[in-house]
Each structure stands twice: as C-alpha cells, then as structure tokens.
C-alpha cells in the first residue's frame, strides 16, 4: 500500500494501520510564533524530501483540565512550535473520490487537539471516509481580542487555513475536495457553527455536523476588548502583539486560565458582560470581519443555507460539569433560582416544568435539566429551526445513553458520545466516562449513520421540519421521536 504522498509542500511519509494509512502531524500552516505570533495563518513552508509523519505533532500551548475532569477527558501535550498541524486517515492513498471529513476539536477554545484516542480515523476508514483532524489555536493566541493591532479570531482562521489544505491536498489522499464534511463538538460545534455563517469559509464545505454546540454563543467586541484588557493588567504588560509575544507561553497560560476561573467564580455582569452566563472568556469574537455576526443570525439570514447539517445533544449534557466534582449536591432552591434569571427564563414556571419530568430531582439535579437546555440543546433547536425552508436539509439527534459511571448520575453526559461516533469505545481514556461496557451496538449504528451523512448527506431519519420536529435518540430506546420535552422547550421561547 502507497505510503508516501506528496503534497504542496512536500512528500510526507505515512503507517498502514489496519485497514487505515495514517499520516499525523502534517504542517497545513507555518508555525505561529517569532514574527508570526498573533497573526493570521501562513502556508507552511516547504521541505526537501520525505517528512516522518507517522505521529502525532506539537499541540497548542493549553492548561491541564481542572479536576476531576481531567481524569475523564484524554489530554494529551506533544511540545513544539509547529502547532498548526493535522493528520489524516485514508483507505487507501491511491483511492479515488472518496468522501472526507474534517474534525474539529473541542475543548472550550482553551483545550484540546487533534490528537485525542477517541479521535482516531481507522473506523471511519475502515468504512471509506478519509478522516481529518486538525489543530488550532487556543486561548490567548487563537481568540484574544487585539482591536488593530492584531487579526482576530485567529483560531478560525486556523480552521479556514486546514480546509484550504484540505481542498487543495486531499486528492492526493484518496479524498474528494468537492465532498467535504466537517464536524466537531462542543467548542469544535461552534466552530463549525462559525464557519457555516463565515463568508471566507464558503464553498469548503457542503455538510456540517454539530455535536452538543451550536451558533448562540459568541462575544461582542466590546467584552472581548474588555478581556484583553484584563488579561494584560494581569500580566502587567501593554496590550500590544510585541508585550504579549515577549511573556513566556506558560505565564501566559496560567494568566489566561486564572482569568477563566475568576469569570466562572465571581459573576459580576458590571466586569464581564454576556460571559456572567456562559463563564467562556475565550470564544469567537463578533468582529465584523472574519465573524460578521452571532452565527445563528447569520444563518437564519441564510448563511450556509445550501449546506446539510447535523446537529444535536446529549440528554444530560452538565452533568460532566457538576457531577464529578460533587457540586451538583451543593446547589441550594435560591442558587437555581438565580441560575434561572441569569438564563432569562420565569423560574417558578421552569422549576415546575422540570419537576413535572423529575419528581425527586434536587435542585442540582434541575440546574443540570435546566443548563443543558440553555447552553446546549435549545441552541441546537434554534439552529435547526433557522434553516427551516433552506435547501440544504437539517438532521436532528439526542445521544441518550446513560453512562453507569458516578453511580449512574452522569447519564448521557457532554462528550459520552465521541466514542460512539467514532466507534473508538476500546481507545485510551474512554472507560472513566462510559465504563467498561459501553455498548458496541450502538457505537456500531451510530457511527454508520454518521459515515451515512458524510457520504450522502442523509443519515437515516426524516429532516426536520417545523410541523413534526423528529429527532433520531440514540440509547437505551432508539429511535425516532418527535420533539422531545416540547413543554421545557417552549419555556425557553424568549431566549435568544
């Protein structure tokens, strides 16, 4: 099997896997540090003869997770600067026109890489879909807001950067650049959200999956400039491109991690605006350029409308946010009340709503029905309903497994179901969050109705539409309903 492919900047050197030829850590972009800190992507420079790609490249500068939940989400730092790297698993080199997808990380903008196990392409090979991973920018370096004296929202450009790669390389993969998917979850669903409404990412793409994210969450400059500000006052330098690239990467990451943990902590709306909700000080800017607007806006406006897309939650999304770390028990009737408000939701009518389903839920326990909802699945809802009437069709889904991990309070929480997308349920770091017998039937159907999308754009289930709403469920009961918890979704009618 061919293992050696040559690309526009020159012949990279891949492993047979399997049924997979992966080849990791290719440069789509030169490395952004020295006079390239703080800019927009470049093309990575070219090299003389063979590169050894047959593992995995730098990752970006990023903090550890918090406890807990480092021990249940795979984090894996390889050092170095050419961090704008990706990595690619094909069939076959030699194929041709095969369907490929792009995979874009998540991690709250402040974690993760391409290099994740459960993220390994063999599967998705194995079934004829040339897999890509990609790194970008995080933090700091991929959406800190400089105003002039910077691009912004450098971590998107990173993502426009891979798909230019990817349109003008795959081929020689196997892959066909006129049928590209990309997919990602949580901050890698917003993303994609992002780049549906984004003019300079139009024509990459002609399907978009978005797992448990979606286009509502987004800062305005005004915040974002406010957050710049914070973070150079923190580090006592000038909010300049030059004083920033001079404070060594580590002192940075820890400043930009103890600004997150201070907006998380201590929600002041008078400091931190629109991030008093949502605590993600690191997100994608409305900039008016490279983000025109609040994605979701820009889609209901018909961005992306020729587009299909994918898009869905877990059931229990936040409970990853508040089980492992016992917070969920320590949240008191006045905390979910103030919770509400700040959702802009009635909470006398919300409470009884969620009660009705959860008798002897605990106020935590309705904190986790209610911030699901708010971050997670009524976005997804607003996304598919603004592309009603688009040619481009619209698929909905909810992953409802229940984790038996945490004495079973974990449910089918945020993240659960990238094991099962990828049918990687044996892979490194999978088994503190799904357990030791997560299910293979149903990893089994749910990687082939995503293989499906990627092929053909339809992954098995009607499209939704506004008159009956189906929604495919994947877990215990699977199957196709129609709009699930309509009563908890009308109650969030009024919130954008």
Excluded at 65 to 92: F, H, I, R, S
Excluded at 128 to 152: E, K, M, Q, S, W
Excluded at 215 to 243: C, K
Excluded at 332 to 340: I, K, N, Q, T, V
């Amino acid at each position: 099997m061919q293992l050696e492919v040559v690309t526009t900047s020159g012949t990279v050197r891949g492993t047979a896997v399997g049924p997979a030829v992966a080849f990791k850590g290719i440069p789509y972009a030169a490395p952004p540090f020295g006079d390239l800190r703080f800019a927009a992507p470049v093309p990575a420079p070219r090299w003389d003869g063979v590169r050894d790609c047959t593992a995995y490249g730098p990752t970006a500068p990023k903090p550890p997770y918090p406890a807990p939940v480092d021990l249940l989400l795979p984090e894996p730092v390889v050092p170095g600067e050419d961090v704008l790297n990706l990595n690619v698993w094909t069939p076959d080199p030699a194929a041709d026109g095969l369907p490929v997808l792009v995979w874009i990380h998540g991690g709250a903008f402040v974690n993760g890489s391409g290099a994740v196990p459960q993220y390994d392409g063999t599967a998705f090979a194995r079934d004829g879909v040339v897999l890509v991973t990609i790194n970008y920018r995080l933090g700091v370096d991929g959406f800190l807001h400089f105003d002039d004296d910077g691009p912004a929202n450098r971590g998107l450009l990173d993502q426009v950067a891979a798909l230019e790669w990817v349109r003008d390389n795959i081929a020689a993969f196997g892959g066909d650049p006129g049928t590209v998917t990309i997919a990602g979850e949580s901050a890698g669903a917003m993303s994609v959200t992002s780049l549906l409404s984004m003019p300079r990412a139009a024509g990459l793409f002609g399907r978009a999956v978005a797992q448990s994210g979606a286009g509502h969450h987004a800062l305005s400059s005004g915040t974002a400039r406010r957050v710049a500000g914070y973070l150079a006052e923190r580090l006592g330098v000038p909010l300049t491109r030059e004083a920033l690239a001079a404070v060594p990467i580590q002192q940075l990451v820890t400043a930009q991690r103890a600004l997150s943990q201070e907006a998380a902590t201590v929600p002041d709306p008078a400091r931190w605006g629109e991030i008093t909700v949502n605590a993600m000080v690191w997100e994608p800017v409305i900039d008016g350029d490279v983000l025109p607007s609040l994605p979701i806006t820009a889609v209901a406006a018909g961005a992306g409308s020729d587009v299909d897309v994918l898009v869905g939650t877990n059931s229990d999304e936040h409970t990853l946010f508040l089980v492992p770390n016992g917070v969920v028990d320590f949240v008191s009737e006045d905390l979910l009340r103030l919770a509400l408000a700040g959702y802009g939701v009635p909470a006398d009518a919300t409470i009884d709503a969620y009660r009705a389903d959860a008798p002897s839920a605990g106020p935590g326990d309705l904190l986790v029905k209610a911030a699901t909802d708010w971050f997670f699945r009524i976005p997804a809802v607003r996304l598919a309903e603004a592309r009603s009437g688009a040619p481009g069709r619209t698929f909905m889904y909810e992953f409802a497994w229940p984790s038996p991990q945490f004495d079973g309070r974990l449910g089918a929480c945020h993240a659960l179901e990238l094991a099962f997308v990828f049918d990687t349920l044996t892979s490194e770091g999978v088994e503190p969050l799904a357990g030791p017998a997560a299910p293979q039937d149903l990893a089994d159907t749910m990687h082939a109705a995503w293989v499906a999308f990627v092929r053909t754009g339809d992954p098995g289930w009607p499209a939704y539409d506004l008159a009956t709403r189906p929604v495919q469920v994947y877990g215990q009961l699977t199957g196709v309903v129609t709009d699930p918890r309509a009563e908890q979704r009308t109650l969030w009618e009024g919130v954008r």
